[in-house]
């Protein structure tokens, strides 16, 4: 057995699946399938009960999955003091974060960061923040960053950079340049999916306003930003977005601010970790140039 055949049936177990355990780790499927069958061959026992072309974890699975996490944690551990003990910074850091700072944040700071240690390498997964959250939470990922705090018991969030939410517009669909409370419950309105950090801040907002969005009209609901900003291109409606994330929209006159009267939704994005983990060195490094130049 060695830590190759682990790594392997870790992954399995985590996606239920030969092939997306493939993907994850790009190995052909038959190598993933032959390495199972050597570990099972070595335990003296079968690991996943092969249903069709779905598979279940056997109770022996169950035992052997958190040591197997263990294991390849500490020979992680153990590299990142060899690492550390040659003062290098290298490595891939795979850090998991929203749509907003995934898209237009990280990939400029990875690439600073690149320049000074051309070692290390990146994977940046973008999903919406609870879906980043709960990755850290379940030690799937080690480092996140976020757009809204989603859990605060075994989470350490730090602040970086600071977002304003502001409502978008096509051109021609809204003629004034501020509404009031009364007038946001008349035009049509594109919202984010649950899960959302920009549409749980937004939502917080509201409230404090005394409005829901049951409250709105709300036309339709989309799993991206990109999708929301075409969808307000071509006239389906309006939405409440990061400027960051419509500043080139903005200056194209794409789309149009149209402001809020007597509302500013002013937020930060976070740096998410787990505080019963200690980052790796590489990883420590760059959560330590994040927060020195997050909003420079």
């Known amino acids: ?15 239920r699946s030969f092939s997306r355990a493939s993907e994850q780790l790009h190995i052909s499927q038959p190598t993933i399938s032959e390495h199972i069958k050597n570990l099972e061959h070595e335990l003296g026992c079968i690991l996943f009960d092969r249903l069709g072309r779905s598979i279940v974890p056997t109770k022996e699975a169950e035992v052997i999955f958190p040591h197997a996490l263990q294991i390849i944690e500490n020979i992680g551990e153990l ?42 390498s990146f994977e940046i997964l973008i999903e919406d923040s609870k879906k980043i959250t709960d990755m850290v939470l379940h030690h799937e990922i080690q480092l996140g960053v976020v757009g809204a705090i989603m859990e605060t018991g075994k989470l350490d969030y730090r602040p970086f950079i600071e977002d304003e939410l502001i409502m978008a517009a096509p051109p021609n669909l809204v003629k004034k340049r ?35 969005t049951n409250n709105l009209e709300v036309v339709a609901y989309l799993g991206s930003t990109d999708s929301v900003k075409q969808a307000i291109k071509v006239g389906l409606g309006v939405s409440i977005l990061s400027r960051i994330a419509v500043k080139d929209e903005l200056k194209n006159k794409s789309l149009k601010q149209i402001h809020i009267k007597d509302l500013k939704m002013k937020r930060y994005f976070h740096l998410v970790k787990h505080k019963r983990r200690s980052l790796p ?9 994040i927060l020195q130049h997050g909003d420079n």
Do not use: C, Q
Not at 281 to 289: A, G, I, M, V
């Open 79 to 120: 590299k990142d003091e060899v690492t550390k003990a040659g003062n290098n910074v290298k490595g891939e850091i795979i850090i998991g974060a929203s749509t907003i700072p995934g898209t237009y944040i990280l990939p400029a700071i990875a690439a600073d960061f690149k320049k000074r240690f051309p070692e290390v």
């Open 1 to 15: 057995m060695d830590i190759h055949h682990l790594k392997i049936f870790a992954a399995v177990y985590k996606n």
């Open 281 to 289: 060195n590489h990883y420590n490094e760059f959560y330590r140039y």
């Open 178 to 212: 501020t509404l009031d409370f009364r007038e946001l419950r008349e035009i049509p309105f594109i919202l984010r999916e649950k899960g959302s950090g920009t549409r749980k801040t937004m939502e917080e907002f509201l409230r404090k306003k005394g409005i829901g």
